[in-house]
């Protein structure tokens, strides 16, 4: 069994600051990528910023200047710092990660609970 878990999600006024964790656990033999998407109400999920294992990361138009995806490989751990804030980032957030896990050593996609990220006008 593989979980992701997501924190670090809250309300926020707008031009403030985040910083959202998620922790993979389990049954995993690698992870090749990790990342963040957001979804708001009616609208679609959309990728925010992604990360492999070794290589650049990738950041939507919108997150490019204010957030920052980073992980810790150690800890199976990804982070987003997002700063900047505004209204427009309110949306739930989810870790999503691409791994081999050990049950059927295939590539597997997993995906955290979410947690919601408010920002306040």
């Known amino acids: 069994q593989v979980q992701l878990v997501e924190s670090g999600g809250g309300l926020v006024q707008a031009g403030g600051s985040l910083r959202l964790s998620c922790a993979a656990s389990g049954s995993i033999a690698r992870i090749n990528l990790m990342g963040w998407y957001r979804q708001a109400p009616g609208k679609q999920r959309e990728l925010v910023a992604s990360?492999?294992?070794?290589?650049?990361?990738n950041y939507a138009d919108f997150a490019k200047g204010r957030f920052t995806i980073s992980r810790d490989n150690a800890k199976r751990t990804v982070y987003l710092q997002m700063s900047s804030l505004k209204p427009s980032d309110t949306a739930v957030y989810y870790c999503?990660?691409?791994?081999?896990?050990?049950?059927?050593?295939?590539?597997?996609?997993?995906w955290g609970q979410g947690t919601q990220v408010t920002v306040s006008s």
């Open positions: 990360i492999p294992s070794t290589g650049s990361e």
């Open positions: 999503k990660a691409i791994l081999v896990d050990t049950t059927d050593w295939e590539m597997n996609v997993y």
